[in-house]
């Protein structure tokens, strides 16, 4: 029987969660109250932290994710406590969250940041891996050494990266969609990456200025606590390098892509012979459309809703994310978004009293900017955090405070296949409906430019390559300026439009 949530000391400021948003909460909450007791709740051994942070234009940044142990954020800052443990139950009536080891901690303002988890095509299968955080990239590598072919499901971020940097391996891509990283690129820039695909890749990997600290030491602890379920927290945009994701084969890429279609049923090895229906070999090339039986057994076999099946060595689930909102919910009447987010207002406010959320647990409820949406990115989840904490701050002693610049432009920069890709506003022209048009700019191998134009003025680009054009194109957008007597010529690369708009 645990003891009723009642203390006589005046609750803390609690953060739950060791990732970006729920480590850039507390930081931000230790720098403004240097001499009040920040607490963090997290289920995993590490934290992620935000290095080498850069401010490349208003409202672009980059930055690296590194893992820590987290008595080095405590050594950063004496005044936040960090306790490893999961969240049993939230009492919010009594500003109250229970922990799994059994403590109680009485919370004046609390932030939920415990992120989201992988959603699986399937779950319980032994087959069937979701990639999501550190633990799962190196369990993912393991059984790579040993395989053939692998099946890859999804079309985000994930799964692009996985496509490019698996080498001597057959890959069966499927995407639900007609071109490759739709959550990303229109086809215009999944054509301008599938080709990098087709060339072989070069041999040097650029050195990774990423140090990381892995939990191996605790390994075995954490092994017993993953399988009950808990969660890390998400990779990073460079999760891959260090991990040597090489197959059995002596090939660089074979991939082949299967579009529109989804995972119609799984079968394992026994269930398949017993179905007797019939796997496809891995096609060889795009003219020969002979279709022929796979001689090979393989441990599982996927039917896809197209009516092909193929044999693999294992799937990989890449399917997009839930947010982790299981502990919280229980007994609190939180308004959860469609995508089962916990609601928040323009002040990182949950619907319930002195509860805030930030980074891939929470859905922004607020009327949003016409050139921002959410996406469970990490820049996002590092100004939710940041802004979160500066709410908390601002709300404790009384004082209102603007939304954060940061929301008024979507703009994240990462790369993919080697490429620097910049995404700004709305840069496939989410919601903007058949009122818009493109104009693009594409050097085979070397850049690819879109801007997205409504009634004469830009509202969202996507940038692939060494463009340079990200700050003008940023001010265009924020700026709303009507470019319509520009025609073309914006994108002209003889004219140097940087010199127009400066």
């Not at 969240?87 to 004046?108: A, F, P, R």
Request: some cysteine; charged content about 25%; hydrophobic content about 35%.
């Amino acid at each position: 029987m645990e003891a009723p949530c009642s203390s006589p000391t005046a609750g803390k400021f609690v953060v739950v969660g060791g990732g970006i948003a729920g480590v850039t909460c507390a930081e931000q909450l230790a720098i403004n109250f240097p001499s009040e007791d920040i607490l963090l709740i997290t289920a995993s051994p590490v934290i992620k932290a935000v290095t080498n942070f850069k401010q490349v234009s208003e409202v672009l940044e980059e930055f690296d994710v590194e893992e820590q142990p987290s008595t080095m954020l405590e050594n950063r800052f004496p005044n936040i406590k960090v306790m490893e443990s999961g969240v049993k139950q939230l009492k919010s009536k009594e500003h109250c969250v229970l922990t799994e080891d059994g403590h109680q901690h009485i919370y004046k303002k609390l932030c939920l940041c415990a992120g989201a988890k992988p959603k699986l095509i399937c779950e319980g299968n032994p087959y069937v891996l979701g990639i999501r955080d550190t633990d799962s990239a190196q369990e993912f590598q393991k059984q790579l050494t040993k395989a053939k072919r692998i099946m890859i499901i999804g079309n985000g971020g994930i799964a692009l990266e996985l496509v490019y940097e698996i080498e001597g391996c057959e890959v069966i891509w499927v995407i639900k969609d007609k071109a490759i990283g739709n959550t990303f690129f229109d086809a215009g820039a999944a054509e301008f990456l599938t080709s990098k695909l087709i060339d072989e890749k070069p041999e040097a990997k650029i050195a990774q200025k990423r140090t990381r600290y892995t939990t191996e030491g605790r390994k075995k602890e954490a092994q017993a606590r993953a399988n009950a379920g808990n969660v890390g927290s998400a990779l990073g945009p460079d999760w891959h390098e260090g991990l040597d994701l090489k197959g059995t084969k002596e090939f660089s890429h074979k991939i082949h892509i299967e579009t529109m279609c989804e995972v119609k049923k799984i079968y394992l090895q026994e269930e398949f012979r017993i179905s007797e229906k019939k796997s496809l070999t891995f096609p060889r090339d795009h003219h020969d459309q002979s279709v022929t039986t796979d001689k090979e057994i393989w441990p599982v076999y996927v039917e896809l809703t197209n009516e092909k099946i193929y044999g693999c060595d294992f799937i990989v689930s890449a399917t997009g994310v839930t947010p982790n909102t299981e502990p919280f919910l229980c007994g609190n009447n939180f308004d959860v978004g469609e995508d089962g987010g916990l609601k928040v207002d323009d002040h990182m406010h949950t619907s319930l009293p002195d509860i805030y959320a930030a980074g891939d647990i929470c859905t922004a409820a607020w009327h949003p900017s016409p050139v921002w949406q959410q996406m469970r990115l990490w820049t996002q989840a590092r100004q939710m955090g940041w802004y979160a904490a500066k709410c908390m701050a601002a709300a404790s002693v009384g004082e209102s405070i603007d939304m954060d610049f940061s929301f008024e432009l979507f703009a994240h920069v990462t790369k993919f296949f080697n490429y620097k890709v910049v995404l700004l506003g709305k840069y496939n022209a989410q919601g903007l409906g058949s009122n818009h048009e493109l104009l693009l700019r594409c050097t085979k191998g070397q850049e690819y430019i879109k801007a997205v134009l409504q009634n004469g003025r830009m509202m969202g680009a996507v940038l692939i390559g060494e463009t340079d054009l990200e700050e003008t194109f940023e001010n265009l957008i924020l700026n709303q300026m009507n470019l319509s007597a520009y025609g073309e010529d914006l994108l002209d690369p003889n004219i140097d439009i940087e010199d127009y708009f400066d």
